[in-house]
C-alpha cells in the first residue's frame, strides 16, 4: 500500500469536498488503487474551525506547503493567479508534485509551469468540465485521434442562467439573481457571465488537442449579457436553444478559438444540456462524435476529479503519454490560429425597427449586396411600442467581417434602433461552408 501525503492550499468548497472524500471514501480508493491519501498540512488564510482536517497541520502561510518535507503533493484549491502561481512555482522546484483545479492559472501561465523537468509532475483535471474526465480524455483515450472540432458548455453559471431564461421565462436579470441565490453564481458574476472562465477553459482544450501554447489572448471572447428573453423565444421557435459555448474548430490545419453565445439545433445532444451541467463534444477522426456530459463545477464533482489526478501521480510508473507530447508539441505544432473576423457560419439577427412600409425591402437590399442568403426570417411585434416590429434573421454562412459590415450599414438605416443582436449558429453534425 503506497502513501501519498498531501498538503491542501485553501479550504473553500472544493477543498472541503476533498477532504470530505478522503474521510468517506478513502478506504475505498485505497482498496481499489493501493494509494492511501494522507492529509498531512493544510493552509488558509482564514482558519475554519468547524472544518474537520483529519488530524492535518493548519498554517495560514502556503509557504509551509512547499517547505515541508512530509508534504509529496501540493492540492491548489485557493484560487486566484499570482499567489497560485508562486506556490506551484515553489513547489515544483522544490521537486513536490502539485494537483491544481486553477484554469486561469493553467490558461496564463501554463507554458512557463510545463516543461521538461516538470512533466508528469503537475496535474489539472479539475481544471475543466468539473467532474467530467475531457483532459484525461485527450491526453490519453483518444490519443490516436486528429481532432476536427470540440465544442463545449464549459462554464455551469452561464448554463443555468439561459436554463432558467428559456424553462421560466425569467429575465436575464432574474435569473442571474436565482443563481446567485442557489450558489450558482458569485456575488461578482462577471468573471463568468462575460465569458473570462470559459475562455480559460478553451485555452486549456485547444493546449491539450493540438499542442498550442497556453495563450488565453488569442481568445475570441463574449459573454450572455446582451441575450434577452425574445432571444430564447424567436430562437426555440425556429428550432434552436440559445447556449453559451467554448468551440475549437479544425480547418486543415487552420484553428478556430471562441467561446460566445449560439444557437444549438434543438435535435443535437448538447442543445439538452440543462442548468448548471457542463458538456463537451468531441469529433475525431477515428473516434467519431461523443458528447461527455456531468456536474461542471460545486465542491465534490470538482474534488472527485482532483482525487482522480492524486491516484494519478501514485499509479503513474513513468511520464503519461499525452503530457509528454504537450511539452514536445508546442515547439512542434502546424496549427494556425487564425482571427475571428475569417470565421464563417450562419448568424441569427434581432433587429428592432420601425413598423414602416419597405423597411424589410431595405434590409434585405443590404443582406444582398454583401451576398448574404436569407435561410428564414420571422416578424414579431417589439414589446417596446406598437410603431416598432423585431425583424429576426436567419442568414447562411457568412464570414465575421462581411456579417460585420453588413450588420454597421443596416444599422445606419433611419428607422433601425441601434444594437442590433448578433448570435452565431453552430450545427456540430455539418461542416459549415
Sequence with gaps: MKELRLGIAGLGVVAQGLLSIIQNNGQLIAQRTGTWLKVVRVASRTEKPEVD????????????????????????LMGGVDTARDLIVNS???????ATANKAVIALHGDELINDETTGRLKFEASV????????????ALVANQFAQIVGIING?????????????????????????????????????????AAHKLTILLSLAF??????????????????????????????????????????????????????????LLASVLNE????????????????????????????????????????????????????????????????????VPHYLRILTEDKPGIMAKITSILSEFDISIEAVIQKGSGI????????????????????EAVANIENLSEV?????????????????
Excluded at 295 to 322: C, M, N, Q, R
Excluded at 385 to 404: G, Q
Aim: charged share 25%; glycine share 6%.
Design 53 to 76: 482536517l483529519l488530524g492535518a497541520s493548519f498554517s495560514k502561510s502556503v509557504d509551509e506547503l512547499w517547505k515541508d518535507p512530509d508534504v509529496d503533493v501540493i492540492v491548489e
Design 92 to 98: 515544483l522546484n522544490k521537486g513536490k508534485k502539485v
Design 129 to 140: 468540465a468539473g467532474a467530467i474526465p475531457i483532459i484525461q480524455m485527450l491526453q490519453k
Design 157 to 197: 453559471t452561464c448554463n443555468y442562467i439561459l436554463t432558467a431564461m428559456q424553462e421560466k421565462s425569467l429575465s436575464f436579470d432574474s435569473a442571474l439573481q436565482k443563481a446567485q441565490e442557489l450558489g450558482f453564481a458569485e456575488a461578482d458574476p462577471s468573471f463568468d457571465i462575460d465569458g473570462i472562465d
Design 211 to 268: 499542442g498550442r501554447p497556453f495563450d488565453f489572448e488569442k481568445i475570441y471572447v463574449e459573454g450572455i449579457t446582451s441575450i434577452s428573453e425574445e432571444d430564447i423565444r424567436y430562437a426555440e421557435e425556429l428550432g434552436y436553444q440559445i447556449k453559451h459555448v467554448g468551440i475549437i474548430k479544425n480547418e486543415g490545419q487552420l484553428l478556430e478559438a471562441r467561446v460566445h453565445p449560439a444557437l444549438i439545433p434543438k435535435e443535437q
Design 277 to 344: 451541467q457542463n458538456a463537451v463534444h468531441v469529433k475525431g477522426d477515428s473516434s467519431g462524435d461523443m458528447l461527455f456530459s456531468g456536474p461542471g463545477a460545486g465542491s465534490l464533482p470538482t474534488a472527485s476529479a482532483v482525487v482522480s489526478d492524486l491516484v494519478a501521480f501514485a499509479t503513474d510508473d513513468e511520464k503519461p503519454i499525452g503530457e509528454t507530447n504537450i511539452v514536445e508539441s508546442i515547439n512542434e505544432s502546424s496549427y494556425e490560429l487564425v482571427s475571428m473576423d475569417r470565421v464563417c
Design 385 to 404: 411600442s406598437l410603431s416598432h416590429v423585431s425583424v429576426v434573421i436567419l442568414s447562411n454562412a457568412v464570414r465575421e467581417s462581411v456579417m460585420r
Design 417 to 433: 434602433s441601434k444594437g442590433i443582436v448578433d448570435i452565431r449558429i453552430e450545427n456540430m453534425s455539418q461542416k459549415e461552408s
